[in-house]
């Protein structure tokens, strides 16, 4: 098998770059948005691994409008990427499409008036979304809502303008089993995960996943397994999180209880796992993330000292090279 940049997995951050030829940055916002398993509609307390301060950076945060989100996170990025030109404003916080369409369509289309914000990236769960919200989306991905848009981004090979928002739904689905789903208070079960991508998907618009690895009860052969199920499903992108416990959460209290019931792995354990996770993988199935980042000061341990994202690429990478295997090589199809 052949991937771009010489990888020997289909990586997400090369997706964008050979389209438009160039990087497309994530500007994390928080919208303000809640989830139905925290407010009484689905269930109270969220899930047992959830504290969402851990997951988005300090320009973030509801007491701000969209767009002086997106300017701070523009001005943040900045120093590190300073070659970025366009971004995708990524609504990470909660349950991004848990709201009337109306208030949907308010901080979507505020987000995308940004001169510098190309698309958007919708996090939520499958149980958030309905035909009514889809077809609003389809939408405005084909430009039949945003008329007359023009953001200066254009397609690498022709030159063409694009004359529409990309729009991208990621599902928090975390684990393709329902006593899981049912432990960790999800609040759904994987055939509404499934249903939902399905819709989303018929649609055309593009779908990811996210799923944790090292949630209790779920042994590796477990874990593994779930490899034929998310490629059956029809997403264009995952991402995978080892399980972090974060401190003052129901999992961590969990954790100190019934220890015996978590699997857990050592760096080198982990990146050999996702290595076979890989392997058993659909080869068109772009990989957004293989591990999942939290500020040291949110969690209780850090067995893997500070290593960072990008450390952990380049051990996965080599590791493919020593193993000589590759995304899907026991991809039975």
Known sequence: MEFPD??????????????????????????GFSCPNRDGSVGTGGCTYCDNAAFHPN?????????????????????????????LAY???????????????????????????????????????DAEKLDYLAA?????VLKEWRHGLTLAETGEALTAPLVS???????????TLRR????????????????TSSRGLEVGAHFILGLPGESRKMMLDECSAISELPLASVKF?????????????????FPSDFETFSLNEYIDFMVSMLERLRPDLYIERIAG???PRFVSKTPWGLIRNPDLLHLLDLRLEQLGTYQGRRYSG
């Open 241 to 257: 999180h080892q399980l972090q416990l974060i401190k003052g959460t129901r999992m961590e209290q969990e954790y100190a209880a």
């Open 184 to 199: 960790i208070n999800r609040g759904h079960d994987f055939s509404c995960a499934r249903r939902a991508v399905k819709e």
């Open 140 to 144: 405005l991905s084909q430009g039949d």
């Open 169 to 179: 739904i990621e599902y928090g689905i975390e684990s393709c089993y329902d006593a």
């Open 59 to 87: 320009y973030s945060t509801p007491g701000k409008s969209i767009l002086e989100q997106l300017e701070e996170g523009i001005e943040f990025h900045r120093r590190r990427y300073p070659r970025v030109k366009h971004y």
């Open 6 to 31: 010489g990888k020997r997995y289909l990586a997400f951050s090369s997706c964008y770059r050979h389209l438009f030829g160039e990087r497309l940055q994530k500007l994390v916002i928080d919208a």
């Open 293 to 295: 980042e939290v500020p």
């Open 91 to 129: 609504f990470q916080a909660y349950s991004n499409t848990y709201g009337s369409l109306e208030r949907l369509r308010q901080v979507y289309e505020e987000a995308l008036s940004h001169p510098a914000v190309v698309g958007i990236v919708i996090g939520t769960r499958p149980d958030c979304i």
